[in-house]
């Protein structure tokens, strides 16, 4: 019994020496787990002030929506806008030029945000009512000389492609005979008109031939062709069999949908080509696709649809100024119709001469209009 008892000791003894000896144990941390906060809250806090959408009220030329042209060009613009941002947009169309202020005064007073005012016609009427409403922001196509700080001019280089298409012209005529004319004349469309007969004199020029334009001579530009319509397709017929009685077989129409008359005749007479404005004709008006050579683009969609966007996306906006549509911008080209055939080279040379109008090596536009509207 006493060595049990002794035995026991010794355990007990051993055991709080080796407890003594023992390292100590760190205590363990509890996590903390953060509190989330309810995704009703988040939701709320993330919740950004929602934009108003931009109005827009445009008043068209007497050729109005549905030209397939000029007008349909620029509402393309606002139709992005409504599809891309919620812009809200609207449109009055003139039959005449007496519509033009009162057409105006019904867009002031819908109160929109942005008038535009379509078409160098219009230019006094518009002038008149960004003066009176300086709170109201304005685009004014084809209008390059009003300057304020609520408006925006859109003016176009269009000598530049359509060069090409004088070029073109020249290059694919069978009658050594090309044309031009327009619905109402005035420099806006006397570019078309100079940088087409230009482009038909550097073919001549380089491959010594004689190829002659009809309709526009900038050495006698007050009797240029001209139809006094952008809407009477008949017009467009008539201005087109005279023409092609005098030997042309390819047409320049710069006259919006007016050009479409061009193209019945030729179908008629089963010989020639038109180039389509504005937009790709091949698109727009594919029952005459057959006749159409190439279209020389004028991207008015490009400049009124940004000019939306900065309104809608931090309330800027460029006034005092023109947007130039060029080159330089992708705001005009010519666009072959791919259903025809055109000469390789004669499409490489057409393609090079880009290069050589923005350089400066060639002039795209006759010593008379630039004695006229010089370019800096």
């Not at 549905?66 to 007008?71: A, I, T, V």
């Not at 109160?111 to 230019?123: K, L, Q, S, T, Y």
């Not at 700080?149 to 004088?166: E, T």
């Not at 050579?293 to 004028?298: G, P």
């Amino acid at each position: 019994m006493k060595k049990l008892t002794a035995v026991l000791a010794l355990l007990i003894i051993a055991s709080l020496a080796f407890t003594a000896c023992a390292p100590a144990v760190e205590p363990v941390e509890k996590p903390v787990v953060e509190e989330e906060t309810p995704a009703e809250e988040v939701a709320e806090e993330e919740v950004m002030e929602e934009k108003e959408p931009v109005s827009v009220c445009l008043v068209t030329d007497s050729a109005g929506i549905g030209d397939k042209s000029f007008n349909d060009a620029v509402w393309g613009g606002l139709e992005k806008a409504e599809a891309d941002f919620g812009a809200e947009a609207n449109y009055i169309e003139s039959k005449s030029a007496d519509d033009y202020a009162p057409n105006l005064e019904a867009c002031v007073d819908s109160e929109p945000d942005v008038i535009v005012c379509v078409g160098f016609m219009m230019a006094d009427a518009c002038d008149v009512s960004v003066q009176a409403n300086p709170d109201i922001n304005y685009i004014g196509i084809d209008i390059n000389w009003l300057f304020y700080d609520n408006f925006l001019g859109v003016d176009a280089y269009m000598d530049q492609s359509c060069f090409q298409a004088g070029y073109l012209a020249a290059g694919m005529t069978t009658t050594g005979t090309v044309a031009t004319y327009t619905g109402f004349f005035g420099p806006v469309v006397q570019i078309f008109m100079d940088g087409f007969y230009m482009g038909v004199q550097e073919y001549n020029k380089v491959h010594d031939t004689a190829v002659d334009v009809l309709g526009y001579d900038p050495a006698d530009m007050d009797n240029a062709t001209a139809t006094g319509s952008w809407i009477d397709v008949d017009l467009g017929r008539q201005v087109t069999e005279s023409f092609m009685d005098n030997g042309a077989d390819i047409v320049l129409a710069v006259a919006g949908n007016v050009g479409v008359g061009s193209a019945a005749v030729m179908e008629e007479r089963g010989l020639g080509y038109i180039f389509g404005v504005d937009q790709d004709w091949t698109i727009t008006n594919p029952q005459i696709s057959d006749f159409v050579l190439a279209s020389v683009l004028k991207k008015m969609e490009v400049p009124v649809y940004n000019a939306i966007k900065g309104l809608y996306e931090d309330g800027t906006w460029i006034g005092g100024e023109n947007y130039i549509l060029q080159f330089a911008n992708g705001g005009t080209e010519i666009v072959y119709n791919a259903d025809i055939d055109i000469p390789a080279d004669l499409k490489a040379e057409v393609d090079a001469l880009k290069a050589k109008i923005e350089s400066g090596e060639i002039s795209q536009l006759s010593p008379e209009f630039l004695a006229l509207y010089p370019r800096e």
